[in-house]
């Protein structure tokens, strides 16, 4: 988003997903995605789905 110089809410209108939800992905407290949201993401940040997304195990 940095790099695109686009807002969080300019990105969730874009996406078609409310600025909340959109919140709770960027700071990684979602626990799942629709392929859906993930690709209309990426469209709109012309990126692929590596470039925004990481793993990260669950602790034990």
Request: proline residues 5%.
């Amino acid at each position: 988003m940095a790099r695109r110089k686009m807002s969080l809410n300019e990105l969730s209108q874009r996406v078609g997903i409310t600025v909340a939800n959109l919140s709770i992905l960027k700071t990684g407290k979602a626990k799942a995605v629709r392929f859906s949201t993930l690709d209309a993401i990426c469209r709109v940040l012309d990126c692929s789905p590596g470039d925004i997304l990481e793993f990260r195990p669950d602790p034990e």
